[in-house]
């Protein structure tokens, strides 16, 4: 079956703009996480939805950074007005379930370069 | 204390060795453990789930030690594909998460 993709693969923006990153889950996984990784780096946690609701917002770097999730299913993480730092591979992952405690799937990254 | 704990080498193995490595965890009151293995410039995957019993996928053995409060990885004949970072998690009862050790990185020579 599917797995989990994201949208775009690769995206290179300039200093102050804003980015929309895209995460389509695995069918019928009802939470969805965000990661950020940098190079050479460990995963850093971003975000956690069940369902639509966001329970866990508790790993987004600043207030440019946000996501949502619809019908839940595919989630946008929103940057605005990207910085340097920002550069980065983004990570979204599935899991079934809400418990926290099951595997999670991942998907291939959007990789951002913020010139 | 970092939650999960992984010595990130690199470990330099010869093919064919054995190769063991192991991750402490911090909450003894988590459930699920899991080792990722991560490609460069990949994302991770699933490798094994670890069980409190041990078990075994072919080349690959994974342990648990719930009163160390360790799990580990043993890799058998180790093949140059088996080239990777290895994550540990383990899940974080109170938060509904997995929390992800930072990797080991393993380079397998011929």
């Known amino acids: 079956g599917a797995g989990v993709s994201q949208s775009p693969s690769n995206k290179v923006t300039e200093k102050g703009k804003d980015v929309e990153l895209r995460c389509d889950p695995i069918?019928?996984?009802?939470?969805l996480y965000w990661y950020r990784q940098s190079l050479g780096q460990g995963l850093e946690f971003l975000i956690y939805?069940?369902?639509?609701?966001?329970?866990?917002k508790s790993g987004l770097p600043s207030d440019r950074f946000s996501a949502e999730r619809t019908g839940g299913s595919v989630s946008t993480l929103t940057i605005q007005r990207t910085q340097q730092e920002d550069s980065a591979v983004y990570l979204c992952?599935?899991?079934?379930?809400?418990?926290?405690?099951?595997?999670?799937?991942f998907g291939p990254g959007t990789r951002l370069t913020v010139l | 204390r970092k939650e999960v704990e992984q010595d990130p080498g690199p470990f330099n193995v010869p093919e064919g060795a054995t190769v063991a490595f192991n991750c402490t965890y911090s909450?003894?009151?988590?459930?699920?453990f899991f080792w990722y293995r991560q490609d460069c410039r990949k994302e991770p995957k699933l490798l094994m789930s670890?069980?409190?019993?041990?078990n075994e996928d072919g080349r690959f053995t994974a342990q648990l030690n719930r009163a160390s409060q360790y799990i580990s990885l043993l890799i058998r004949d180790s093949k140059l594909s088996d080239s990777a970072t290895y994550l540990c998690?383990?899940?974080?009862?109170?938060?509904?998460?997995?929390?992800w050790g930072a990797g080991t990185k393993l380079i397998i020579k011929p």
């Open positions: 992952a599935s899991s079934f379930g809400g418990s926290g405690a099951n595997e999670q799937f």
């Open positions: 069918s019928g996984h009802t939470a």
């Open positions: 939805f069940q369902g639509n609701s966001a329970p866990d």
């Open positions: 909450n003894s009151a988590s459930q699920s």
């Open positions: 670890v069980y409190s019993s041990g």
């Open positions: 998690v383990v899940n974080d009862p109170g938060n509904y998460q997995l929390i």
